[in-house]
């Protein structure tokens, strides 16, 4: 099946740094990539859908200016948590629709200290 | 609007023994049903998916699920369960005739399986 990457697999930073994530699709071009968030013991909530050259759409209740989505080549989306704080500390996943189906990144566990 | 529920939040069986993780759904149109499996701190692998045709799938690892379109369920059923299954399983669904952000799934809030030794 399709691959996704994604890395880092887990990062600790200080609080108000920022932290990129990288998602990228490594044998097939992906024009959309999704984002979620999942909190301990939770589901999967969808934070924004990035769409290659143009603006991702994000999730009601998500704050755009915090989480920074750049979808610039068919291969690679990224998600910059800006001025990180330890509510931001959660597992995110990403995640590529290939047909009917979608393939997922391994997640980055991100830890705001 | 589509929906997806898991009303197990655990369930425990024995090693050997038969497993099944429920799940129903609710879509506007027809759905598309698939099931993950969520191993710590790692991504969503792909089990299975119904998309048309035999209402039982065969996906990995053993791993099969039966679409019931009457009752809107798509349980996950393996005949002999391993401790090496003890993971966290979604169950997602996508509407067949969804427009833009089609490929959007719908989640439900996952099932914790423990296989006991």
């Known amino acids: 099946g399709a691959v996704v990457s994604q890395h880092p697999s887990w990062v600790i930073c200080k609080s108000g740094t920022s932290v990129k994530i990288e998602c990228r699709s490594l044998?097939?071009?992906?024009?959309?990539m999704f984002w979620y968030r999942q909190f301990p013991k939770q589901s999967l909530m969808l934070m924004a859908t990035?769409?290659?050259?143009?603006?991702?759409?994000?999730e009601q209740g998500v704050e755009k200016d915090k989480f920074l989505i750049n979808h610039a080549s068919l291969t690679l989306s990224t998600l910059t948590v800006t001025s990180a704080h330890p509510e931001d500390s959660s597992f995110y996943i990403c995640?590529?629709?290939?047909?009917?189906?979608?393939?997922f990144g391994q997640g980055t566990r991100l830890t705001v200290v | 609007a589509q929906s997806v529920a898991q009303p197990e939040d655990q369930v425990n069986v024995a090693e050997g023994n038969p497993l099944t993780v429920k799940c129903t759904y609710s879509?506007?149109?027809?759905?598309?049903l698939f099931w993950y499996v969520q191993y710590p701190n790692r991504g969503l692998q792909f089990l299975l998916k119904?998309?048309?045709?035999?209402?039982l799938v065969k996906g990995s690892y053993g791993f099969e699920a039966e679409f019931n379109k009457s009752q809107t369920s798509f349980h996950l059923k393996k005949p002999s369960a391993l401790v090496s299954d003890s993971a966290l399983y979604f169950c997602?669904?996508?509407?067949?005739?969804?427009?833009?952000?089609?490929?959007?799934?719908?989640f439900g809030k996952g099932t914790k399986l423990s296989v006991i030794p």
């Open positions: 995640s590529a629709p290939v047909v009917t189906e979608a393939f």
């Open positions: 997602a669904v996508r509407d067949m005739y969804s427009g833009a952000g089609s490929y959007q799934l719908t």
């Open positions: 119904y998309i048309t045709g035999d209402n």
């Open positions: 044998d097939f071009q992906a024009t959309t």
């Open positions: 990035s769409n290659e050259g143009s603006k991702a759409t994000y």
């Open positions: 879509v506007s149109g027809n759905p598309y």
